[in-house]
Each structure stands twice: as C-alpha cells, then as structure tokens.
C-alpha cells in the first residue's frame, strides 16, 4: 500500500514542476553546453550505465544505486556528533510535506529518520520554505539540508554537499503505442519533440537531437496535453514528475516512458545531496557513511519503492 502515491499524484505535476524546474533552469543558465559551441560533433547520448539493487519484496522493480560497492566509506570518529539539525523544505511531496499528524514527512524526512539511527544520534527535523534554506544554515539554525537541493557550482560555493542521493534524469515520454525501447537521435529525425522552453532539457535536446523538430511548452500542463491529442510525437522532461504524471489519474493512461534515462551532468547537473556548512567535515563524512550503509543494507532501496512505483529511472 502506497497512499503517497495514491494522496499526491495529482499534485505532483504542479508541486514537483516548480521545485525541478527550479532547480534545473539554475542548472541550465550555469551551463548552456552545446557540442557545437565547444567545436565538437554532437555524441549521441545514451542511457547511463546505473548500479542496480533489487527491492525485498517478491518482483518489485529495479532501482538505481548511486553508490560504488568497491568505495565502502571507513566509519568515521561519530563521538563529537551528539545531534543532528535537519532541515527540510515545507512543501514538495512527496519528497518534504506536512503528514495527517502535523510533523515532517516524506521521502526526504524518511531518509534522514534512517540516517540518524544507523549514526545511532539525536535528530530534528524542521521544515522551512526552500529559499530559507541556505541561510537558516548559514546563521547556525540548522546543521544539514536534505530538501531535493541539486548540487551546483554556484550553490557549493555557499555550502558542502554529501555524496548525491538520487538524482533527477532527463527521460522521454510517449503515448503508449509508440514506445520505443531505446531513444537515439536516428530514430526522431523529424520527429516533434515536446519540451519546456528555457530549461535544460530544451538545452539538451538542442545540442544532442539536431535532427528532431523541436516544440518549446510554456509549462508542464500544455507539454502534456499536446502529447495526449498528438500534437507532438514524444515529450521530453524531468523524470521524477513525469513519472508521477503517467502512473495517475491526470495521464489518463495514455502513456508510458519511451527508452531510459539521461543524467549528463552537462545539463542536468551533478545529482541531489545533502548541504551542510561549509568545512564540516564531521557531519558530511558521518552523512556519507550513513548513506552508504543504508544503501547496503537494502532499506534505501525499500524506502525508494514505498514512494515511487514508477521508477524514473
């Protein structure tokens, strides 16, 4: 029983597009990479080779690990962290929301619950609007953010970030008799692509498929309605709301991802972490490690399947 997806999956279309986008457009104006203004052909882009762990229970699906096997983190000196101040954003479920009980819930709050028992240490969690964030930090109200924060150049200038914990792919969509099971350029030569104007996927799209018709969205709502009445051939965009997207009622089953998943960091930057102070190593060395440790012992994986039957991945 998954009511996460079941109480949010309406919302997330809106909810997620405002924080993703957020998120992503900074990426995209940081770095507006194209092979072609670098003097370089343009390389087809393929889906990533991604370490995969199974759920524990019978046929779940496939999930992503970002963590490598063979870089086991060593348990760092855990004496001097007595408790752990969490911050986490107000409203972006089903990643930070507010539960039936009033308190933080959430995918995020979920995982930094599992992160302090496995450092066996005192935890708060308190929610605040994401652009409070980083100074709430800042001026010592809080020690660690953990709010879908994307790791970007000019944010790792203000803060340090753990190692990523999930990251937000590029994937395409398309209604359900035209689903292919690999996306290369080759095969939407003059095809029509619909996408958000300004954002990095466009970016991405214009660098990588030259050859596709591009047809810029003012926003999530009008990208999909035109792939529904087959305005468009395929939609391409953040993965996580799309896969929201296609798993409820707003879809009305008409579609489903079409090949896998694109995480070039080019675009859609270096995936999320969790942002501490800057120099406190303690914290982001503890964090690491408990992640790691959570991710080996399966209960990342289960925790991931408990909100996203949909992989995006």
Not at 31 to 51: C, R, Y
Not at 82 to 99: A, M, Q
Not at 137 to 157: E, H, K, L, Q
Request: aromatic share 10%; hydrophobic share 40%; proline share 8%.
């Amino acid at each position: 029983m998954q009511p996460q997806m079941v109480s949010f999956s309406n919302r997330i279309p809106h909810r997620a597009a405002r924080a993703t986008l957020r998120a992503l457009c900074f990426v995209g104006a940081l770095l507006p990479w194209s092979a072609q203004a670098q003097g370089q052909p343009p390389v087809p882009p393929l889906a990533p080779s991604l370490s995969i762990q199974q759920g524990s229970q019978p046929g779940a699906q496939a999930v992503p690990g970002f963590w490598d096997p063979r870089r086991r983190p060593e348990r760092p000196d855990l004496s001097r962290l007595t408790v752990i101040r969490f911050l986490t954003e107000t409203d972006y479920p089903p990643f930070n929301y507010t539960g039936p009980d009033g308190n933080p819930a959430g995918f995020n709050v979920d995982l930094a619950r599992q992160l302090c028992e496995e450092i066996k240490v005192t935890c708060t969690i308190q929610m605040r609007r994401f652009e409070t964030l980083l100074d709430a930090i800042a001026s010592n109200r809080g020690d660690a953010i953990i709010a879908s924060m994307a790791v970007t150049p000019a944010i790792r200038a203000r803060i340090d970030f753990t190692d990523p914990y999930y990251r937000a792919p590029g994937r395409f969509v398309a209604r359900k008799d035209a689903v292919l099971k690999e996306m290369r350029p080759e095969y939407l030569e003059g095809k029509k692509i619909g996408v958000i104007a300004g954002t990095a996927h466009e970016a991405f799209l214009k660098a990588m498929f030259t050859d596709a018709v591009l047809v810029p969205q003012p926003n999530e709502e009008i990208l999909r309605a035109a792939l529904r009445k087959s305005e468009v051939d395929v939609i391409f965009g953040d993965a996580i709301s799309l896969a929201f997207w296609v798993n409820g009622s707003d879809s009305g089953d008409c579609c489903a991802f079409s090949g896998g998943p694109f995480i070039e960091s080019r675009f859609f930057g270096e995936g999320i972490g969790i942002g501490v102070r800057k120099g406190n190593d303690t914290l982001r060395q503890a964090l690491n490690w408990a992640l790691f440790r959570t991710w080996e012992k399966g209960r990342y994986t289960d925790l991931w399947l408990k909100y996203f039957s949909v992989s995006p991945f």
